[in-house]
């Protein structure tokens, strides 16, 4: 007997607990003891892992996959679209496969009837493909990445470069932009504050629609008032809204006017426009932060490049083969080395200007307190660094753990002329070490501002900080300044060496 086709139903495996199938066929030789070993299974969508089998009559085995139905070369497959009966294995008993089709649904479990607004007697049909199952498919989660600021500021120029940076990391994405859906979609709306609003609104109820596809949505529109930003967050599940705030000045905005609106507004040709006769609401709690640093704005390719780390911290996209590659320590001879680490401690610590000083050797009286996270490339030699700058602000503390996972090393910044908060930092630093899901990272506790009256001696920090009794990985201590550059070629130096190490 020859098996030609195998058709087969997958169980998910993690967050999605529903049933998909996969219409892949192989052709499997007839073997004496049925056995087919290893067999890859493309089409799964699970990382392009393998899977066991074993055959036993027409009847595939494996704790991975069921079989719908094993079909002979004599036989013809004929599916209909109606539930199938089939024989589980290794069980007498027989059980309906569900159906894709909706009107399964029909009658059951129907919602009340909608009597609000306009549109009323209507009712939500439930599909058995849900969420989940298309993000199995496309191997990416589904999110919206609702990009804000003002005219000018860079936001169709991220989203397209994001665009850009996801395509070729095999994501599926699509952008909304403001201009654009104003040509088809919203083109009957005006830019009267009632219409704008109906504006968002439209846009944030197409991004769901995107993202409960599975596709990753980029919004891109100026969004001036965080009453319709918090609407459309609110039409998505807790974490699938990312804001990213592109923080940059008016007058900044205004120089580029790249399309000349500024220009037109200020000669009072345009009413109402956000920036000069209408307020633009910044976010109170964006996700992500862009501004310019020292004056300076990154490329369009670096700004991606962040919000695309964000994703994979986030666990939005799958990279099964650059796992591959970073777990072939071979490679590592030849390609350059890429190392992560998160910069945290208490806020005003000097974290944003310890990352300006090792990115250019520079040192600024008026760096601006980081907000949220922000995070920076730097390439020193054969090794690119990637600096996460975590805020610490109490009410950001809360997500230093979760970027702290899997880094080649943690630093802990201390202001050391700041004795009144020395108690709160070492209790943050000790309840964050306790995190299981952080055992054995080495940590590099940095006592800056040294350059400052009453600053802490190395041997009054340790102590203070309690950093003896901490036994179960490496610690390493230097008293820095970032503003006289006392001792960062040695923080370089550590940084650099256990990166090396790591690979």
């Known amino acids: 007997m020859i098996i030609r086709s195998v058709r087969f139903k997958m169980v998910a495996i993690g967050k999605c607990s529903s049933i998909y199938r996969t219409s892949t066929e192989f052709d499997f030789p007839e073997t004496s003891s049925g056995k087919l070993g290893l067999v890859k299974l493309p089409a799964c969508n699970h990382g392009g892992k393998s899977f066991g089998f074993s055959i036993s009559g027409s009847e595939v085995k494996t704790s991975f996959v069921r079989p719908l139905r094993a079909i002979e070369a004599s036989r013809m497959s004929h599916v209909d679209g109606k539930a199938e009966k089939f024989q589980r294995a290794g069980s007498d008993s027989n059980e309906d496969l569900p159906t894709n089709d909706c009107n399964g649904f029909a009658g059951k479990g129907i919602p009340q009837m909608s009597t609000i607004g306009n549109s009323t007697n209507i009712v939500w049909h439930k599909c058995s493909v849900e969420k989940c199952d298309r993000e199995e498919l496309l191997q990416q989660r589904g999110c919206v990445i609702w990009v804000t600021g003002l005219s000018g500021s860079g936001k169709s120029t991220l989203a397209c470069a994001l665009g850009r940076g996801l395509h070729a990391r095999g994501k599926l994405t699509y952008i909304l932009d403001g201009d654009n859906v104003r040509h088809g979609l919203n083109r009957d709306l005006s830019f009267r504050a009632e219409d704008r609003a109906e504006n968002i609104r439209r846009t944030g109820e197409v991004a769901k629609l995107f993202a409960d596809a599975g596709v990753i949505c980029i919004a891109s529109l100026i969004s001036p008032y965080r009453k319709e930003r918090d609407a459309c967050r609110a039409l998505l599940a807790e974490g699938d809204f990312?804001?990213?705030?592109?923080?940059?000045?008016?007058?900044?905005?205004?120089?580029?006017?790249?399309?000349?609106?500024?220009?037109?507004?200020?000669?009072?040709?345009?009413?109402?426009?956000?920036?000069?006769?209408?307020?633009?609401?910044?976010?109170?709690?964006?996700?992500?932060?862009?501004?310019?640093?020292?004056?300076?704005?990154?490329?369009?390719?670096?700004?991606?490049?962040?919000?695309?780390?964000?994703?994979?911290?986030?666990?939005?996209?799958?990279?099964?083969?650059?796992?591959?590659?970073?777990?072939?320590?071979?490679?590592?001879?030849?390609?350059?080395?890429?190392?992560?680490?998160?910069?945290?401690?208490?806020?005003?610590?000097?974290?944003?200007?310890?990352?300006?000083?090792?990115?250019?050797?520079?040192?600024?009286?008026?760096?601006?307190?980081?907000?949220?996270?922000?995070?920076?490339?730097?390439?020193?030699?054969?090794?690119?660094?990637?600096?996460?700058?975590?805020?610490?602000?109490?009410?950001?503390?809360?997500?230093?753990?979760?970027?702290?996972?899997?880094?080649?090393?943690?630093?802990?910044?201390?202001?050391?002329?700041?004795?009144?908060?020395?108690?709160?930092?070492?209790?943050?630093?000790?309840?964050?070490?306790?995190?299981?899901?952080?055992?054995?990272?080495?940590?590099?506790?940095?006592?800056?501002?040294?350059?400052?009256?009453?600053?802490?001696?190395?041997?009054?920090?340790?102590?203070?900080?309690?950093?003896?009794?901490?036994?179960?990985?490496?610690?390493?201590?230097?008293?820095?300044?970032?503003?006289?550059?006392?001792?960062?070629?040695?923080?370089?130096?550590?940084?650099?060496?256990?990166?090396?190490?790591?690979?």
């Open 242 to 503: 990312i804001e990213v705030f592109m923080d940059v000045p008016l007058h900044v905005c205004e120089a580029r006017d790249p399309k000349g609106l500024y220009k037109l507004a200020r000669a009072g040709k345009i009413k109402g426009f956000t920036g000069v006769d209408d307020p633009y609401e910044p976010p109170l709690t964006s996700e992500i932060v862009l501004r310019q640093n020292q004056g300076l704005c990154d490329s369009p390719n670096d700004l991606a490049d962040i919000v695309i780390s964000y994703l994979d911290k986030k666990g939005n996209m799958y990279d099964f083969s650059y796992e591959l590659m970073e777990t072939c320590s071979f490679c590592s001879l030849f390609f350059k080395q890429e190392m992560e680490l998160s910069l945290i401690g208490l806020q005003n610590a000097g974290k944003t200007s310890l990352v300006n000083v090792i990115a250019t050797g520079g040192y600024s009286e008026d760096m601006i307190p980081t907000v949220g996270f922000n995070m920076r490339k730097v390439t020193k030699g054969n090794v690119t660094i990637k600096l996460w700058d975590l805020g610490g602000q109490p009410r950001f503390r809360s997500m230093w753990e979760r970027y702290c996972r899997a880094v080649s090393a943690i630093v802990y910044v201390v202001d050391a002329a700041d004795h009144d908060n020395l108690s709160i930092s070492k209790s943050e630093l000790h309840d964050l070490l306790n995190k299981t899901s952080l055992s054995g990272i080495p940590l590099l506790v940095l006592g800056n501002k040294i350059d400052k009256p009453g600053a802490l001696s190395k041997q009054a920090l340790t102590d203070e900080m309690g950093l003896n009794s901490i036994t179960d990985r490496e610690v390493c201590c230097y008293m820095i300044s970032c503003k006289n550059s006392t001792n960062i070629d040695s923080v370089i130096d550590w940084l650099v060496k256990h990166s090396k190490s790591k690979s």
